[in-house]
């Protein structure tokens, strides 16, 4: 049995071989044909018709870093939650319990997030 | 590895995938045809009409138009992660399919001796699926979340500012959605008591009622997050035609960008299907319980499962002809102080009812 | 016509046919375009993808505004100088396999801008494929074109064709395209203005009270007054004639000037018309301005809305305004040569452009992170080919994210010389380029204009003449709104809208092509009424649209006004107080959401405006929620008077009866040599109206349109100067949008309803 939890994996590695060779096969085979000229402007980033006058890559605001922070910390809760949840019906009074101590963590923490303005993004 | 085991892990998801590959692309190109043709109906007019009757031949010539158009790689572009990244987008949006049950577990393969060989192969049942993990609902969950990298990927590697703009509101809004979507399906865990999606069917076979109608908020969070992770309108922020010109996409052509939109739509079906197969009985057919309407049986199970997915993807292009778009703030503000509080009471509030009416059976 | 010419070396066998024919077909059923619209033909472009032609229908109406992802490059409307490099820029981005549709005769040879600002064609840089005829053609020709472009892509035998060396280049341009001559000095004309007069009148007499010493000469001339005043000590008279009660003019309407040549000892005059919303004067002032020192003090930090005009006037005849802070060019390219507007310019002589600057956004977001010490925030350029700047605008911002920190906005990219080709038209001549300056609602243009010309002869057409334009004018402001409107929440992202509001804009279209043949530039208005009497069918026509327009309206009305996204994006975004709309020079739509009721319908009725029933509607906050509840609200109020105009249209002549102005009858012409002799000379000469000048205004659908003709008693204006509302409006935008998101800075242009064709002229 526990041979065939692994073997189950088979098959999704075999999709995946066939989901990368597809595009690969179709760009390749399509670089037969398919034009190609080139050139300064083509090659160059489009921004409304202008040339842009500096690099994209510049320093991004540190909001986006605060909200992907966050996301790490209630991401890892919620998969903590996945095995309790599924065998809660096992788990009973104790598991209730057990959950709302650890929700009333996260909710405390949720709640001083809030009060922080951390999600406010103006 | 014998015969057996090579024919049931090997062979027959091979030519399941082969079959599921095939119907995927021709689904999706399809979709991209139904969607200009029910917006079209919506907005007065008819949509294609003449490439093929009815322009049914529209989504082909699309293709092969797109994948002959020039490749162009930015030269101020960071080279192999900008091909790469709509590969990255790609096959996590088709892998995922890998678990996903389209019917039962129904497929009689009778035993036969491979002539000359002398090999005897036994009977074997198997599924619409193509495989069935014991944790499918997290293996979705964890692949389809890959893709959105490789939206962030490739509007960071095109080096524009359009691009750019476009792959962070990807980020922020993936993570701010994936929270809520997390918390959104904990209900249906607490009352399948199993990962494996197959299972979760059958479950919803044996309460006697979808998981819908026990779970109505559950789902509503699940399909809006769905949307959201999915980047359609009314979250379509991250290419935001009006804003961002094309946004992640805007400096991939042809073939590149086609597979950015593949992906697109392969991710919409596959948030319809989850939310079929979690809420709305999978490949059961309506009120599953009642003899009455066995009738409703003679319709195969993939067939209700396409239905009922049908009628969502109908919703997403219902959306889009309808609403205007989130701004971004308020769509982090949704994210976060609006669906995850709902979603988190919705789990106490889910796991306080389990127990008590679990109890008094 | 291009032959496309068959490579000889790929080797034809039965592979490559069939292989190229599969590839064709497949190319040619699925040509995106990319829809470089710019002028007018943009307009009908748009009712090309609208329900009634439903360009979808083709495979083409998957519009990519990203280059890498079209295939067809639409070139709708005037290109002009000024955007050659973005289209060049534009064009070179393009994937290969890449067409180039021409539409409309702007784009094919420059139509009839043969000015010193307008490509003679877009053939001088990109090459074409297919060109539509017609200004602007009309949707049936689009769809002929995209027809006509699958044809020529079926013919191409070529498996895998780079095609023909097609570089790309920015020609110098050819010096002097136009034909017409100069005009003689205005001898009389500068006599009759120098002339002083004894006026009457509250204004008048208290301003010769108050700058008893400043009064060079003042004038009345058909019910305009008109002042002019040393240059010397002008500011502190416009800070009083702002600030003093007894004058509170509060909202200046335009700054222009004009050219006398060496007929006076000083060249030019300073213009300013301005309006006071309290008492309901209205005021030209003038100051002369000698051509070696071509200078005055600025207006800019009396009132805001001097600003981009002060630019203007600098950029038309070199007047540098001391003190403005920030002169530059505002119409014309940064490399022009010459000031354009003056006399001695010769009309067609043009200046290469081959780059695009930068605007002082960037210089001051790099001062103000070099002395923070803080990384230099994202320079991003929104437009001029932004889907949501209407192809026209551009907009420079300096962000962190997407937070706008400060931004400057740049025009221009239309324009195509409105007031210099005035000057070389005859009065006749100039309808049809009024068409094209607010083209969504070309008729209200048409109508300002002749108003004009009749407010110098001073006669009044007939009744029927005036119930006819304002009918189709009401009509024309419905259709104006419902674009406006509608490609508003196409910016936000509901794109049914824009159908919704195309539907009722296709069945005006209708109407105004039964009176005239033209569908968007109608040039039905003629000097003294209109160009020929309605058909007979047009009062059921009219009744009809009366009751088939509401039910678009509602469903438009059903959809948004209380739906929460849409609340949620528009409520509060780009709220102005009615103070700062005033002093920026708002008018209409986008000045009454704010709360002021100034419609010139109601405040100076003509045409029996003043016996309609109907209401004003005005908003609150003056954001976008409510520029959008008064448009749809005027979309009812214009349905209203249409009604009652309806009911009570006059019959009678539809031209006035005065042989100075309109052609003698047929009948007349072919029998008496009076009337021969009348015709021959009207349509040689054209009509003169007497010498003078006048300023004649109307509430046209993005608000106040102006026009202050001057006339040296010749058959072209002398000069014609257009009072845009949407030049004032704009001016504004880039202080509106500061702290601003990405989102809302498209939200709120669309709110505005900037026409391109009247903001740049």
């Known amino acids: 049995m526990g041979n065939s939890v692994l073997l189950a994996y088979i098959p999704i590695f075999i999709f995946m071989a066939i989901a990368f060779l597809f595009p690969i096969v179709t760009l390749f085979v399509a670089k037969l044909i398919r034009p190609n000229s080139g050139g300064e402007a083509k090659l160059s980033p489009y921004e409304c018709g202008v040339d842009p006058d500096s690099d994209a890559r510049q320093r991004y605001a540190i909001r986006y870093y605060v909200v992907a922070i966050l996301f790490v910390i209630f991401d890892v809760e919620t998969v903590f939650l996945f095995p309790w949840a599924i065998i809660y019906k096992q788990l009973a009074f104790f598991g209730l319990m057990e959950m709302l101590v650890f929700l009333g963590i996260l909710i405390v923490g949720y709640v001083w997030i809030i009060k922080k303005g951390a999600l406010d993004w103006a | ?361 | ?761």
């Not at chain 2, 309407?293 to 959306?319: D, N, Q």
């Not at chain 3, 100088?81 to 094919?108: F, N």
């Not at chain 3, 509106?736 to 998101?741: E, I």
């Open chain 2, 1 to 361: 590895m014998n015969l057996d085991s090579f024919i049931d892990w090997i062979l027959l998801p091979l030519i399941k995938i082969g079959i599921l590959f095939g119907l995927l692309s021709l689904v999706i190109a399809y979709l991209t045809l139904l969607e200009r043709k029910i917006i079209a109906f919506m907005q007065v007019r008819l949509g294609p009409m003449r490439v093929g009757p009815h322009g049914l031949l529209q989504p082909i010539a699309d293709g092969i138009k797109l994948m002959l158009k020039e490749d162009i790689v930015p030269s101020r572009a960071d080279k192999i992660v900008f091909t790469l990244a709509p590969v990255i987008t790609l096959i996590p949006a088709f892998i995922v399919f890998a678990v996903i049950p389209f019917g039962p577990r129904s497929i009689h393969i009778p035993g036969f001796t491979i002539p000359g060989l002398n090999v005897q192969v036994a009977e074997r049942t198997t599924g619409f699926f193509i495989t069935d993990l014991n944790i499918g609902l997290l293996y979705v969950l964890a692949v389809s979340s890959i893709g959105i990298l490789g939206i962030i990927l490739g509007g960071w590697a095109s080096n524009s500012k359009y691009p750019l703009l476009g792959a962070l509101r990807s980020a922020a809004q993936m993570v701010s959605y994936e929270v809520a979507l997390g918390f959104s399906i904990m209900g249906v865990l607490m009352m399948a008591g199993t990962l494996s999606l197959v299972e979760i069917v059958n479950a919803q076979k044996n309460a006697g009622a979808w998981y819908v109608f026990l779970q109505p908020v559950g789902f509503i969070l699940f399909f809006i997050c769905g949307v959201a992770e999915t980047n359609r309108a009314p979250f379509d922020l991250p290419e935001a035609e009006s804003e961002l010109v094309a946004g992640f996409h805007t400096e991939y052509s042809g073939f590149r960008f086609s597979l950015f939109f593949l992906a697109e739509y392969a991710a919409m079906i596959v948030v319809s299907s989850m939310a079929v197969t979690l809420f709305w009985g999978g490949w059961l057919r309506p009120f599953p319980n009642i003899a009455a309407l066995g009738f409703l049986g003679l319709v195969p199970g993939f067939l209700w499962f396409a239905l009922k997915v049908l009628v969502f993807l109908y919703f997403y292009l219902w959306f889009r002809a309808s609403w205007p778009r989130y701004r971004y703030d308020q769509l982090m503000k949704i994210g976060w102080q609006v669906l995850m509080p709902i979603a988190i009471a919705n789990v106490i509030v889910t796991a306080v009812l389990v127990l008590w009416l679990g109890g008094s059976r």
């Open chain 3, 1 to 761: 016509m291009k032959v496309i010419e068959p490579e000889t070396q790929e080797r034809e066998n039965f592979f490559t046919t069939t292989a190229s024919s599969l590839i064709n077909w497949a190319r040619k059923g699925s040509l995106w375009p990319y829809p470089f619209g710019t002028a007018c033909c943009a307009i009908e472009f748009m009712a090309t993808v609208s329900s009634h032609y439903d360009l979808a229908r083709f495979g083409s109406e998957v519009v990519r505004f990203a280059p890498k992802q079209s295939d067809v490059l639409m070139v709708l409307g005037t290109i002009n100088d000024k955007m050659g490099p973005v289209l060049k820029q534009i064009y070179d981005q393009m994937a290969e396999p890449r067409w180039v549709i021409s539409m409309g005769a702007c784009a094919t040879c420059g139509g009839f801008y043969r000015a010193y600002h307008v490509m003679q064609g877009i053939d001088e840089i990109v090459p074409v494929d297919v060109y539509i005829p017609g200004c602007p053609p009309t949707p049936e020709a689009v769809l002929d074109a995209v027809i006509k472009l699958q044809q020529q892509i079926e013919a191409d035998t070529r498996l895998s064709y780079e095609r023909h060396p097609r570089q790309t280049k920015l020609k110098t341009p050819e010096v002097n395209a136009t034909v017409h001559a100069l005009e003689p000095p205005p001898r009389a004309l500068v006599r009759f203005l120098d002339d002083n007069q004894e006026v009457k009148g509250p204004i008048a007499e208290a301003f010769k009270r108050r700058f008893p010493e400043e009064v060079v000469s003042m004038r009345e001339f058909r019910g305009d007054l008109s002042i002019t005043v040393k240059r010397e000590n002008i500011k502190q008279v416009l800070r009083t004639l702002k600030n003093d009660p007894e004058f509170d003019f509060k909202m200046l309407l335009d700054v222009t000037a004009v050219d006398y040549l060496s007929e006076r000892q000083s060249r030019y005059d300073v213009v300013y018309h301005m309006l006071s919303l309290s008492n309901k004067h209205r005021l030209r002032l003038k100051a002369a301005v000698p051509a070696d020192d071509p200078s005055i003090d600025t207006a800019v930090d009396i009132w805001k809305g001097a600003d981009w005009a002060e630019r203007e006037a600098f950029d038309m005849y070199g007047i540098r305004f001391k003190g403005h802070p920030d002169l530059r060019r505002i119409l014309t390219h940064s490399q022009f040569e010459g000031h354009p507007l003056r006399k001695d310019f010769p009309p067609g002589q043009r200046t290469m452009c081959t780059e695009t600057t930068d605007l002082p956004v960037v210089e001051r977001a790099r001062k103000y992170a070099e002395s923070m010490g803080i990384a230099h925030p994202t320079i991003l350029n929104v437009g001029p080919q932004h889907p949501a700047m209407h192809g026209t605008f551009r907009l420079q911002v300096a962000a962190d994210g997407e937070k706008i920190l400060d931004a400057d906005s740049e025009i221009g990219y239309l324009h195509r010389c409105f007031e210099k080709m005035s000057e070389t038209h005859t009065y006749w001549q100039v309808i049809p380029f009024t068409d094209r300056l607010n083209y969504m609602s070309s008729m209200m243009n048409g109508v300002t204009y002749a108003m004009s010309v009749e407010k110098m002869f001073g006669v009044d057409i007939p009744k029927r003449a005036q119930y006819i334009r304002v009918i189709l004018s009401e009509f024309s402001r419905i259709a104006d709104h419902l674009v406006c409107v509608g490609t508003n929440l196409v910016d936000l992202g509901a794109l049914s809208n824009f159908w919704y509001g195309f539907r009722p804009r296709e069945e005006i279209y209708d109407l105004l092509e039964s009176c005239c043949g033209g569908r968007l530039t109608v040039s039905y208005v003629r000097i003294g009424g209109v160009a020929q009497d309605i058909p007979a069918d047009f009062v059921q026509r009219v009744r009809k649209l009366l009751e088939t327009i509401p039910p678009y309206v509602d469903d438009i009305e059903k959809m948004n006004r209380h739906n929460k996204i849409f609340k949620l994006r528009s409520e509060g975004i780009t709220a102005i107080s009615a103070e700062d709309a005033i002093d920026w020079g708002f008018t209409g739509p986008t000045l009454r959401a704010c709360g002021v009721p100034y419609d010139i319908r109601k405040w100076f009725p003509n045409y029996d405006y003043d016996q309609f029933e109907f209401d004003i509607p005005v908003g609150e906050r003056g954001d976008v929620y409510d520029r959008y509840l008064v448009r749809m609200e005027e979309i009812r109020q214009s349905l209203r008077i249409i009604k009652q105009a309806i009911e009570n249209l006059p019959e009678g002549p539809f031209q006035i009866d005065d042989r100075r102005i309109s052609l003698p009858p047929k009948k007349g012409v072919y029998s008496n040599i009076e009337d021969l002799m009348n015709h021959f000379e009207l349509i040689q000469d054209g009509i003169l109206p007497p010498i003078g000048e006048v300023y004649s205004y109307w509430e046209a659908a993005n608000g106040e349109l102006g026009f202050y003709l001057v006339s040296n008693g010749a058959k072209r204006p002398y000069r014609l100067r257009c009072r845009g509302a949407c030049f004032y409006i704009f001016q504004a935008f880039n202080h509106m949008v500061k702290g601003l998101y990405m989102s809302d800075v498209v939200a709120a242009l669309g709110s505005l309803n900037i026409v391109a064709g009247e903001l740049e002229k």
